[in-house]
């Protein structure tokens, strides 16, 4: 007869995260990890599906952030972060949307640039904006 393993909890270390709140009310949390040369920031926003007022316009602003700002088009965002090996991702859930960037420790002030014309000055496309509904339809 087979008998299943005993399954003893682990020792979890989990480290607290630095809470700071900058001069214009917003709070930074972080995490210090030193011997990581990875870095990874993310936004959060209460700008989830639960305060939108048209059906999907949470996930549409979010997933579109990188279709084109002010000063990049699509094409120059994705080949900015490319250079610098940074990655990019938008998550949506009921409440918040996370926009987040991992990138090299040494490529942060560049990758951090980007970020900053992705979510200070995006310009949201029309044509981006009726492929990504049309997207959307064919997967309802």
Do not use: C
Not at 5 to 20: G, H, N
Not at 88 to 100: F, G, W
Not at 118 to 132: A, D, S, V
């Amino acid at each position: 007869m087979t008998r299943q393993p005993q399954i003893t909890p682990s020792e979890i270390e989990v480290q607290q995260a630095t809470r700071t709140v900058l001069p214009n009310g917003v709070a930074l949390y972080t995490l210090p990890a030193d011997e990581f040369e990875v870095l990874r920031i993310s936004f959060v926003f209460r700008a989830g599906s639960s305060v939108q007022q048209v059906p999907f316009s949470a996930s549409a602003a979010a997933n579109l952030l990188a279709e084109g700002s002010e000063a990049m088009t699509a094409a120059e965002i994705a080949e900015q972060l490319d250079y610098h090996g940074s990655w990019y991702d938008v998550n949506i859930d009921r409440d918040y949307a996370y926009i987040n960037f991992a990138t090299l420790s040494k490529f942060f002030a560049e990758t951090l640039a980007v970020a900053e014309e992705l979510l200070l000055r995006p310009t949201f496309p029309e044509e981006e904006l009726r492929t990504y509904a049309a997207k959307r339809k064919q997967r309802l």
